[in-house]
C-alpha cells in the first residue's frame, strides 16, 4: 500500500467501507466491549447525527478508506456536554503511518472549536497499543475501571484516559 494518504469528512457513502473496517476489531479483538456488529444502515444513521452535532472523519489510501474517527458527548445531559469521546479505528495496514495522529489532530480541532474542554479515550486494559498511542498524543490515564466489560466469557478493566483541549 502505498503511504500517502488522505483525510476527508466522512459521508454517508463511506457507511458500508465503514463497517467492513471496524466489524473485525468487533468479532475477534476486546479494543471494543462491543460484540454486535455494525451494519451500514447503522453507520449511515451515525455518520448523519455525528455530522450535524459533533464530527467524523475517514482517511483514505488508493482510494480505500483505512481509518476513521469520530466523537460525541461522553454521558448525556447538559452538565457533559463539553465533555466528549471518541472512536478511532485503523485498518492494521495503515498503523504507524501517521494516519492516527493525523484523525486525531482533526477531531481534537474540531472538537474545540466547537466548544469542547476535554476528550476522554475509552481504552481495554490489554490494549497496551492503544494506551500507548493516546499517551504520545497528550491523553493522560484519569482511572481504572476493572472488569467493567464483558467479551469473549470474561472480564476485561477499562482504562479511562482524557486530554484537556482549552
Known amino acids: 500500500m502505498t503511504s500517502k494518504f488522505s483525510l476527508r469528512v466522512a459521508n454517508l457513502?463511506?457507511?458500508a467501507p465503514i463497517a467492513a473496517l471496524w466489524n473485525p476489531w468487533i468479532k475477534t479483538t476486546i479494543a471494543t466491549f462491543n460484540a454486535q456488529e455494525k451494519t451500514a444502515a447503522d453507520l449511515a444513521a451515525m455518520?448523519?447525527?455525528r455530522q450535524a452535532h459533533h464530527g467524523f472523519w475517514?482517511?483514505?489510501c488508493g482510494g480505500e478508506?483505512?481509518?476513521?474517527a469520530t466523537y460525541s458527548q461522553f454521558?448525556?445531559?447538559?452538565?457533559?456536554a463539553k465533555s466528549m469521546e471518541h472512536t478511532i479505528v485503523l485498518a492494521p495496514t495503515a498503523h504507524g503511518r501517521g494516519i492516527g495522529r493525523g484523525l486525531m489532530a482533526m477531531l481534537e480541532v474540531d472538537a474545540g472549536a466547537k466548544g469542547a474542554h476535554l476528550m476522554i479515550a475509552g481504552v481495554a486494559g490489554e490494549n497496551v497499543a492503544g494506551q500507548n498511542f493516546h499517551a504520545k498524543l497528550g491523553y493522560q490515564i484519569v482511572a481504572t475501571v476493572?472488569?467493567?466489560?464483558?467479551?469473549?466469557d470474561r472480564f476485561h478493566d477499562l482504562i479511562v484516559m482524557q486530554k484537556i483541549l482549552t
Do not use: L, N, S, W
Open 47 to 49: 455518520i448523519f447525527e
Open 13 to 15: 457513502c463511506d457507511a
Open 75 to 80: 454521558r448525556a445531559g447538559i452538565g457533559y
Open 58 to 60: 475517514v482517511a483514505e
Open 65 to 68: 478508506v483505512v481509518g476513521f
Open 146 to 152: 476493572p472488569q467493567v466489560g464483558y467479551k469473549f
